[in-house]
């Protein structure tokens, strides 16, 4: 973690975001928006936000409440919590927790600064190309042609459509792309994501199928991203593979770069933190292979993919716009099809407290 030293106050809450008209739908269940921050307070009063998702974040909150923050009451250098309290380096709830603590140790290191955190990083390039999450499962075809074409006549490098979904079949999944497709144009980079959702058997079988769509890549076929299914599948399928937006372990990721996956997209809320989502990418590119984050929090990763990746594109979550409302008045805009990184202290988020306080269920 980035050194900073106590005592500090850690606080943390898990709040559910509420709906907007226009707002997307959920898809993943009534947990979809619910959230955990966690705000850390020096003792000159300065304050540092982190954030978590919606796993086990009654859990992540209690760990973070208690353990952690007793452990960083203490006056001098922060305590090694990962050895402290993860040292069989299990994942869940301890990972998520030290994610969450270790994005907000950044957010408060960059306010005292004065600096960004992508500053802090390198500042490598001020913006970085975007693809939009916006194929959702609850649009009908029509409205998700309509959606899709509309990101990228604003500008999106690519659009990414949800698959494996709503008891959908393989075969009915491909129309909608092959719509999709047609919409967007050949130039338009499209991507499917399964969210581990097919078997080894159905992954292929769209894999095979898809091969005419020309997908910039097939993001997390194979249920629980099981290696060895993604090993056999990367060997028989015409698309790059993409998968690691959940995973929590520098082993899981270079298990998965050996398994074939060749777009390997590390999401620093889960990660174990920022330091960790930058060590997952750099060891991606030291394999050649392509790092584009996934599962939303563009507020975050955009400050990592820019300050210190020169390459690759960040995904701007159209479903997490209720949660990005609560954290700042200034969200990232797509210009150009660029998202530029906030150059304010730390991630530069401006939080609704009362807005949060409204929304805050633990």
């Known amino acids: 973690m980035i050194g900073i030293e106590g ?8 709040h559910r975001a509420t709906a907007a008209p226009g707002d997307p739908a ?3 269940g009534e947990d979809s928006f619910t959230f955990l921050r966690v705000r850390i307070t020096d003792a000159d009063g300065v304050s540092g936000d982190g954030f978590t998702g919606r ?4 859990e992540v909150a209690h760990l973070l409440n208690g353990a952690v923050a007793e452990a960083l009451a203490c006056p001098g250098p922060l305590p090694d919590l990962a050895r402290q309290l993860n040292p069989r380096a299990m994942t869940g709830v301890v990972v998520s927790a030290l994610s969450a603590l270790d994005v907000a140790l950044w957010d408060l290191a960059g306010k005292r600064a004065g600096q960004s955190v992508a500053a ?3 500042a ?3 913006a970085a190309p975007v693809h939009v999450t916006c194929g959702f499962p609850a649009l009908e075809i029509d409205a998700l042609v309509r959606v899709c074409a509309d990101e990228v ?6 659009v990414k459509v949800l698959v494996a979904a709503k008891g959908r079949g393989v075969d009915e999944d491909l129309m909608r792309l092959r719509a999709v497709r047609a919409a967007i144009g050949p130039k338009a980079e499209l991507i499917a994501d399964a969210n581990c959702g097919w078997d080894l058997e159905a992954a292929i079988e769209f894999a095979r199928k898809a091969e005419a769509l020309d997908l910039a890549w ?3 076929p194979v249920i629980a991203n099981d290696r060895r299914a993604l090993a056999l599948l990367a060997a028989v399928a015409p698309m790059p593979l993409g998968a690691g937006q959940m995973e929590q372990s520098a082993d899981r990721f270079d298990l998965l770069a050996e398994a074939g996956v060749q777009v390997i997209q590390p999401n620093a809320v889960f990660a174990g933190g920022i330091g960790a989502a930058v060590a997952a990418a750099r060891g991606a590119l030291s394999h050649g292979l392509s790092v584009s984050p996934a599962g939303g929090w563009d507020l975050v990763n955009l400050q990592w993919m820019c300050g210190a990746m020169g390459a690759g594109a960040v995904e701007l979550h159209r479903a997490q716009a209720r949660i990005a409302r609560l954290l700042t008045d200034t969200p990232p805009q797509m210009a150009g099809g660029m998202l530029a990184v906030s150059d304010a202290p730390g991630l530069g988020l401006c939080p609704d407290e009362a807005a949060l306080a409204a929304c805050k269920i633990g």
Do not use: S
């Open 7 to 14: 005592p500090l106050k850690v606080v943390a809450h898990v």
């Open 124 to 126: 490598v390039r001020p």
């Open 153 to 158: 006549l604003g500008g999106a490098q690519g």
């Open 120 to 122: 802090m990083l390198g």
């Open 218 to 220: 097939l993001e997390e």
């Open 26 to 28: 959920p898809y993943a």
């Open 55 to 58: 796993f086990c974040v009654a």
